[in-house]
């Protein structure tokens, strides 16, 4: 029988089989790292603070205090505290175009209302509204810790950090008991929790006498007064969220995947970070890009649609050149290239008849390209064209990096989508590229800490090979 050529055919195979002892060792201390970070910026607000303390640590400035750009400096930008650009100056002329790894930093949870806080039942709550898209049934029935901004009449911020700190209380969700929840059993998943019954308990204890109205709301309410200087009107000026409490943590026996709250896509904002500040100086100007909402279709002045970033790249040009018109800015953006650093979905030997196996990511299998993403027939999705596609083909094989390929589960099964479209739309070169990652959008989501260093290195070959 004639012999199989072995070159001819592709091998996926897993990262830690190609691994050597020093590497492994390397990826596990990158996996302890990225928890350190996660849990660090469980918000985008959060988040922003945490990548500026760590670029500041590695000798980044902030843009607006720099009065001339030349080659080797390190700046970064922050947009409204919830998105910010970190950039390491290149050889060429930023005009000349520059090379970016971009991800968004804000995750599917649960934000207050504009007017939330109510009594019922001899209990206060917070009414609530989603955000993302999260399965609202997960979120019930778990303890959940509150972060976020409230802006006083007098117009001085006031921080929020409640749930995760040691001694900490902690806010819940009510779910029916299975005793009595023979027609809740009777609805979809989707059905079973309405996204007005995601009330979520602040307090059980009343103020005043027992012929007093609202004693369990004025009881919070004077609660908030003595620690925060707040009033019920300051809610309106607000951004208060519910998230999951607690820290990431190791899975299984052998530590070798971490489970936390916003993997989707805090885990590709910390690669892209570690990759952007252990790259080696190149010829074009390496950008980290981090911004907010695309949870909600990139909408806003702090997500990807917003002139922000392109606002920055001018800035950048006018530090270098003396000036910039937006045909400078519009000319670099068409000459740069971008890896949208988002997610995959990972086969889930839980759930088998959603994917196409052969067009799957795995867990431990390396980065993922996604050529396209969408729904249907591609509806909403960048679909990468093949020159790109195979210029960073040859930067990973290069580079020893061990990748996969993926597509978001069988057609007409679903579908989604990210910010490479919208920077596409710039007449740039644009790849998803990212973690795969199992029970996405899930309270707590998994990855392999395979996967994310592999990630890395895939980020800062990028970075290194323009």
Known sequence: ????????????????????????????????DYKKFIDAGKTERLC???????????????????????????VYSVNRGKSAVLAVIGKEPVKAGVSIVGSHIDSPR??????????????ALLKTHYYGGIRKYQWVARPLALYGVVILADGKAVEIAIGDEPGDPVFYITDLLPHLAADQSKKTLNEGIAGEALNAIIGTLPEGKEEDKDRFKQAILQLL????????????SAELE????GAARDVGLDRGSIAAYGHDDRVCAYTSMKALFESKPAAKTAIALFVDKEEVSSQGNTSMNSRNFANTVGRMIELQEGTCTGFDIDRALALSALLSSDVAAAFDPNYPSVSETRNNAYLGKGVTIVKYTGSRGKSGSNDANAEFVGEVRRVLNAAGVVWQTSELGKVDQGGGGTIAY???NCDMDVLDIGVPVLAMHAP?????????YMTYKAYKAFYESR
């Open 1 to 32: 029988m004639e012999k199989k050529n072995d070159k001819l055919t592709v091998k996926y195979g897993l990262v830690w089989d190609k691994l050597s002892k020093k590497e492994r060792d390397e990826a596990m201390k990158t996996g302890e």
């Open 48 to 74: 922003v603070r945490e990548l500026v303390r760590r670029a500041e640590a590695e000798g980044f400035k902030n843009l607006d205090s720099v009065k001339k750009l030349k080659p080797g400096d390190k």
């Open 110 to 123: 649960i934000d207050l209302k504009q007017n939330p806080l109510y009594e019922e039942g001899g209990m």
């Open 225 to 236: 007064n003595d620690k925060y200087g707040m009033v019920e009107e300051d809610f309106v």
């Open 242 to 245: 519910l998230v999951p409490a």
């Open 422 to 424: 919208i920077l596409a």
């Open 444 to 452: 707590f989501e998994l990855v392999s800490k395979a996967d994310v």
